[in-house]
């Protein structure tokens, strides 16, 4: 009996995938390297066998699924099921996910943008539940961001409303694979902030990181610049407050056009919590407009990185009702 619904949440780091019953009630999941640098190709094969690994573990076939939904990050033509390119994923243009992942599994498939599988997730079922203004930013590998206007998900003319991490924040920055340079996800992401902290220390400045990694820069991880933090790091201080602001200076922008009630912080870089976010709204203080600021509050995700695993499910189900009313 078809009652159960997979959701998949494809991250530059790990493939992250959770299967529901009919109450979206999380019966199983499993994570996996992403390893985008293999190419498309080989991604693709890795979400299907994680997700085929899990089937076989809960006992679950494809006789046993309604659909599955997929949250995938960069440009998408959700329509025909094609991700036409990601910024963080190389060798990744054009990749017909839904045809390939239906011939392969035999299940009805759904793609969106990841940052809005996300929204759709905190919106339904965590801190945006019963707000009719939100804005989702998911601070992963890159910068993603999403938004609820009026009690709608809103995805423009090319489904790409709310990819806030190519508003430009700099004329000459940092080259992003999106054609431009100096966009804001180049900064503010785990790859940005990294880049970041690994260009002060080849600038001469001393981190206690650098201990811990043996002075071998591409081992630092997000998570070690939070312990850092705590112990009073000076260069890693620095950091967070420029990655912080510059986020503030990027969500005043998306504030003003969006006017959300409230702004939900998701993504692995959200543990960094007020290590970050203190430098943001400082930012939004001084800076956002005065009234639709007020009526505002910032929060992290509830549902953690789970959220994009039960957004994508939620909305594939609803994708699948509406296909066949």
């Known amino acids: 009996m078809k009652n159960h619904y997979i959701g ?4 530059g ?17 499993k994570r996996s390297p992403t390893e985008v640098t293999y190419g498309s190709e080989h991604v693709l094969t890795r979400i299907y066998n994680t997700v085929n690994d899990l089937l076989e573990e809960l006992h679950l076939s494809s006789d046993d699924i309604c659909c599955m ?13 094609i991700s036409r390119f990601s910024p963080n994923f190389p060798k990744w243009e054009e990749v017909p996910i839904v ?8 299940i009805p498939t759904y793609i969106d943008n990841d940052a ?69 996800g180049r900064y503010v992401s785990a790859l940005g902030i990294l880049r970041t902290f690994r260009e002060k220390v080849q600038e001469g400045r001393h981190s206690v990181i650098c201990e811990w990694v043996d002075n071998d820069l591409e081992a630092v991880t997000a998570d070690m610049l939070s312990k850092a933090y705590d112990k009073g790091d000076p260069v890693v201080i620095e950091t967070m407050q420029e990655t912080g602001e510059l986020l503030g200076y990027g969500l005043c922008a998306v504030f003003s056009l969006y006017n959300p009630e ?12 007020d290590r970050l976010l203190q430098y943001t709204r400082d930012v939004l203080d001084s ?9 505002c509050t910032i929060v992290t995700a509830v549902l953690g990185d789970a959220a994009g695993m039960l957004g994508a499910a939620v ?11």
């Open 116 to 184: 809005r599988v996300n929204l759709y997730g905190e919106w339904k079922f965590g801190a945006g539940k019963n707000r009719r203004n939100v804005l989702m930013i998911t601070l992963g590998t890159g910068l993603g961001g999403a938004a609820v206007v009026d009690g709608r998900v809103i995805y423009g003319a090319t489904g790409s409303a709310g990819e806030i991490g190519h508003i430009n924040m700099y004329r000459q920055g940092r080259e992003c694979r999106c054609g431009s340079s100096g966009c804001l």
């Open 99 to 106: 045809a390939w992942m239906e011939n392969h599994l035999g």
């Open 13 to 29: 780091t790990n493939i992250k995938v959770s299967i529901f019953n009919e109450t979206f009630r999380k019966v199983g999941e």
């Open 69 to 81: 939904g997929m949250g995938v990050p960069g440009i998408l033509d959700i329509k025909n099921g």
């Open 315 to 325: 909305y594939a189900k609803e994708q699948l009702a509406q296909s066949v009313s």
């Open 287 to 295: 800076h956002a407009l005065r009234i639709p600021y007020g009526a």
């Open 262 to 273: 409230i702004i939900i912080v998701g993504g692995g870089m959200s543990n960094m919590g």
């Open 8 to 11: 998949v949440d494809l991250g």
